[in-house]
T-cell receptor, first 114, second 112 residues
Protein backbone atom coordinates (compact mmCIF):
# COMPACT_ATOMS: atom_id res chain seq x y z
CA UNK A 1 0.00 0.00 0.00
CA UNK A 2 1.44 3.37 -0.96
CA UNK A 3 1.95 5.85 1.84
CA UNK A 4 0.88 9.46 2.09
CA UNK A 5 2.34 11.41 -0.81
CA UNK A 6 2.99 15.11 -0.67
CA UNK A 7 4.03 17.26 -3.59
CA UNK A 8 6.16 19.14 -4.15
CA UNK A 9 8.87 18.21 -1.64
CA UNK A 10 10.51 21.62 -1.75
CA UNK A 11 9.30 25.09 -2.67
CA UNK A 12 10.86 28.52 -2.65
CA UNK A 13 8.47 31.43 -2.93
CA UNK A 14 8.68 35.20 -2.60
CA UNK A 15 6.81 37.22 -0.02
CA UNK A 16 3.35 38.15 -1.24
CA UNK A 17 3.00 35.18 -3.54
CA UNK A 18 0.61 32.33 -3.02
CA UNK A 19 1.32 28.62 -2.93
CA UNK A 20 -0.64 25.38 -3.25
CA UNK A 21 0.50 22.14 -1.66
CA UNK A 22 -0.92 18.75 -2.51
CA UNK A 23 -1.51 15.62 -0.48
CA UNK A 24 -2.62 12.17 -1.62
CA UNK A 25 -3.71 10.05 1.34
CA UNK A 26 -3.36 6.33 1.73
CA UNK A 27 -5.92 4.53 -0.38
CA UNK A 28 -9.17 4.16 1.55
CA UNK A 29 -8.38 6.90 4.05
CA UNK A 30 -11.01 9.60 4.15
CA UNK A 31 -9.57 11.97 6.74
CA UNK A 32 -6.73 14.31 5.83
CA UNK A 33 -5.11 16.74 8.26
CA UNK A 34 -2.51 19.42 7.70
CA UNK A 35 0.18 20.60 10.13
CA UNK A 36 2.85 23.24 10.15
CA UNK A 37 6.15 22.14 11.69
CA UNK A 38 8.72 24.70 12.78
CA UNK A 39 11.72 24.35 15.13
CA UNK A 40 10.68 24.96 18.70
CA UNK A 41 6.96 25.04 17.91
CA UNK A 42 6.45 21.40 17.14
CA UNK A 43 3.48 20.55 14.96
CA UNK A 44 0.73 23.12 14.78
CA UNK A 45 -2.64 21.88 13.53
CA UNK A 46 -3.99 23.71 10.52
CA UNK A 47 -7.18 21.90 9.54
CA UNK A 48 -8.73 18.51 8.94
CA UNK A 49 -10.98 17.38 6.14
CA UNK A 50 -13.27 14.40 6.08
CA UNK A 51 -15.42 13.50 3.09
CA UNK A 52 -14.74 16.87 1.45
CA UNK A 53 -15.83 18.84 4.52
CA UNK A 54 -13.62 20.77 6.87
CA UNK A 55 -14.22 19.13 10.22
CA UNK A 56 -11.67 20.87 12.44
CA UNK A 57 -9.68 24.05 12.14
CA UNK A 58 -6.66 25.34 14.03
CA UNK A 59 -5.72 28.90 14.94
CA UNK A 60 -4.23 30.11 11.70
CA UNK A 61 -5.17 33.23 9.75
CA UNK A 62 -7.55 33.07 6.83
CA UNK A 63 -4.60 33.15 4.43
CA UNK A 64 -4.36 29.43 5.07
CA UNK A 65 -7.09 27.45 3.38
CA UNK A 66 -7.65 23.96 2.17
CA UNK A 67 -9.97 21.66 0.38
CA UNK A 68 -10.55 17.99 -0.20
CA UNK A 69 -11.69 16.32 -3.36
CA UNK A 70 -14.03 13.39 -3.84
CA UNK A 71 -11.07 11.01 -4.15
CA UNK A 72 -9.86 12.23 -0.71
CA UNK A 73 -6.87 14.06 -2.15
CA UNK A 74 -6.36 17.38 -0.45
CA UNK A 75 -4.77 20.70 -1.24
CA UNK A 76 -3.62 23.45 1.02
CA UNK A 77 -3.29 27.04 -0.14
CA UNK A 78 -1.42 29.89 1.48
CA UNK A 79 -1.99 33.34 0.05
CA UNK A 80 0.05 36.50 0.53
CA UNK A 81 3.03 34.60 1.84
CA UNK A 82 5.03 35.99 4.75
CA UNK A 83 8.57 35.15 5.83
CA UNK A 84 7.13 33.46 8.92
CA UNK A 85 5.29 30.95 6.77
CA UNK A 86 8.58 29.21 6.07
CA UNK A 87 8.12 25.74 7.54
CA UNK A 88 7.67 22.06 6.86
CA UNK A 89 4.04 21.40 6.01
CA UNK A 90 2.90 17.91 6.87
CA UNK A 91 -0.14 16.05 5.71
CA UNK A 92 -1.55 13.11 7.61
CA UNK A 93 -4.28 10.69 6.67
CA UNK A 94 -6.34 8.33 8.78
CA UNK A 95 -8.90 5.71 7.92
CA UNK A 96 -12.32 6.80 9.00
CA UNK A 97 -14.22 8.64 11.61
CA UNK A 98 -11.50 9.51 14.07
CA UNK A 99 -12.31 7.00 16.75
CA UNK A 100 -9.29 4.96 17.77
CA UNK A 101 -7.33 5.76 14.66
CA UNK A 102 -3.75 6.78 14.18
CA UNK A 103 -2.41 9.30 11.71
CA UNK A 104 -0.07 8.36 8.89
CA UNK A 105 2.22 11.15 7.80
CA UNK A 106 3.75 12.14 4.51
CA UNK A 107 7.32 13.39 4.17
CA UNK A 108 6.16 16.96 3.99
CA UNK A 109 6.65 19.96 1.77
CA UNK A 110 9.48 22.26 2.81
CA UNK A 111 8.36 25.81 2.03
CA UNK A 112 10.88 28.63 2.10
CA UNK A 113 9.63 32.19 1.74
CA UNK A 114 12.24 34.74 0.75
CA UNK B 1 -7.81 24.60 24.76
CA UNK B 2 -6.06 21.27 24.93
CA UNK B 3 -2.30 21.26 25.23
CA UNK B 4 0.53 18.78 25.32
CA UNK B 5 3.74 19.47 27.24
CA UNK B 6 7.01 17.73 26.64
CA UNK B 7 9.36 18.64 29.42
CA UNK B 8 12.66 17.85 27.78
CA UNK B 9 13.51 19.82 24.66
CA UNK B 10 16.90 18.29 24.08
CA UNK B 11 18.34 15.13 25.60
CA UNK B 12 21.84 13.77 25.11
CA UNK B 13 22.62 10.22 26.21
CA UNK B 14 25.38 7.72 25.78
CA UNK B 15 24.59 4.39 24.20
CA UNK B 16 23.12 1.84 26.63
CA UNK B 17 21.78 4.56 28.91
CA UNK B 18 18.12 4.45 29.88
CA UNK B 19 15.67 6.93 28.45
CA UNK B 20 12.55 8.52 29.82
CA UNK B 21 10.79 11.36 28.02
CA UNK B 22 7.99 13.14 29.79
CA UNK B 23 4.62 14.03 28.29
CA UNK B 24 1.68 15.67 30.02
CA UNK B 25 -1.59 16.76 28.50
CA UNK B 26 -4.50 18.86 29.56
CA UNK B 27 -7.83 17.29 28.73
CA UNK B 28 -10.28 15.89 31.21
CA UNK B 29 -12.07 13.40 29.00
CA UNK B 30 -11.21 10.25 27.15
CA UNK B 31 -8.14 10.57 24.96
CA UNK B 32 -6.05 8.50 22.63
CA UNK B 33 -2.32 8.89 23.18
CA UNK B 34 0.59 8.50 20.81
CA UNK B 35 4.32 8.80 20.51
CA UNK B 36 5.72 9.54 17.08
CA UNK B 37 9.36 9.58 16.04
CA UNK B 38 11.00 11.56 13.26
CA UNK B 39 14.41 10.28 12.20
CA UNK B 40 16.64 12.77 10.38
CA UNK B 41 15.28 13.37 6.89
CA UNK B 42 12.38 10.97 7.33
CA UNK B 43 8.67 11.30 7.90
CA UNK B 44 6.94 10.96 11.23
CA UNK B 45 6.42 7.35 12.21
CA UNK B 46 4.27 5.87 14.92
CA UNK B 47 6.23 4.43 17.85
CA UNK B 48 3.30 3.36 19.96
CA UNK B 49 -0.28 4.20 20.80
CA UNK B 50 -2.74 3.88 23.63
CA UNK B 51 -6.49 3.67 23.13
CA UNK B 52 -7.67 1.70 26.14
CA UNK B 53 -6.83 -1.30 28.32
CA UNK B 54 -3.41 -2.00 29.81
CA UNK B 55 -1.84 1.39 30.57
CA UNK B 56 1.62 0.03 29.83
CA UNK B 57 1.99 -0.15 26.06
CA UNK B 58 4.85 -1.55 24.10
CA UNK B 59 5.89 -0.17 20.76
CA UNK B 60 8.47 -0.77 18.12
CA UNK B 61 12.24 -0.88 18.67
CA UNK B 62 11.98 -1.64 22.39
CA UNK B 63 10.08 1.50 23.35
CA UNK B 64 7.27 1.49 25.87
CA UNK B 65 5.05 4.09 27.47
CA UNK B 66 2.90 4.23 30.56
CA UNK B 67 -0.40 6.04 30.73
CA UNK B 68 -1.10 7.42 34.20
CA UNK B 69 -4.58 8.90 34.04
CA UNK B 70 -4.39 10.61 37.44
CA UNK B 71 -1.29 12.50 36.35
CA UNK B 72 -2.42 13.15 32.76
CA UNK B 73 0.90 11.70 31.69
CA UNK B 74 2.14 9.37 28.98
CA UNK B 75 5.89 9.04 29.44
CA UNK B 76 8.06 7.24 26.93
CA UNK B 77 10.78 4.86 28.10
CA UNK B 78 13.51 2.66 26.71
CA UNK B 79 15.87 0.66 28.95
CA UNK B 80 18.92 0.94 26.71
CA UNK B 81 19.22 3.43 23.86
CA UNK B 82 21.22 2.93 20.69
CA UNK B 83 22.88 5.42 18.38
CA UNK B 84 20.11 4.71 15.84
CA UNK B 85 17.55 6.13 18.29
CA UNK B 86 18.86 9.63 17.56
CA UNK B 87 15.72 11.42 16.39
CA UNK B 88 12.99 13.83 17.39
CA UNK B 89 10.17 12.43 19.48
CA UNK B 90 6.67 13.84 19.60
CA UNK B 91 3.90 13.08 22.03
CA UNK B 92 0.35 13.51 20.68
CA UNK B 93 -3.13 13.42 22.11
CA UNK B 94 -6.47 13.13 20.39
CA UNK B 95 -9.72 13.75 22.15
CA UNK B 96 -12.60 12.26 20.16
CA UNK B 97 -12.83 14.16 16.87
CA UNK B 98 -9.56 13.21 15.25
CA UNK B 99 -7.68 16.45 15.80
CA UNK B 100 -4.19 15.65 17.00
CA UNK B 101 -2.52 17.90 19.54
CA UNK B 102 1.25 17.55 19.46
CA UNK B 103 3.90 18.53 21.93
CA UNK B 104 6.83 20.66 20.81
CA UNK B 105 9.04 17.61 20.52
CA UNK B 106 12.17 16.30 22.21
CA UNK B 107 15.37 16.03 20.28
CA UNK B 108 17.35 12.96 21.37
CA UNK B 109 21.02 12.61 20.56
CA UNK B 110 22.68 9.30 21.41
CA UNK B 111 26.46 9.34 21.55
CA UNK B 112 28.18 6.10 20.53
Amino acid sequence: KAGVTQTPRYLIKTRGQQVTLSCSPISGHRSVSWYQQTPGQGLQFLFEYFSETQRNKGNFPGRFSGRQFSNSRSEMNVSTLELGDSALYLCASSPANGVNTEAFFGQGTRLTVV
Amino acid sequence: AQSVSQHNHHVILSEAASLELGCNYSYGGTVNLFWYVQYPGQHLQLLLKYFSGDPLVKGIKGFEAEFIKSKFSFNLRKPSVQWSDTAEYFCAVTPPGNQFYFGTGTSLTVIP
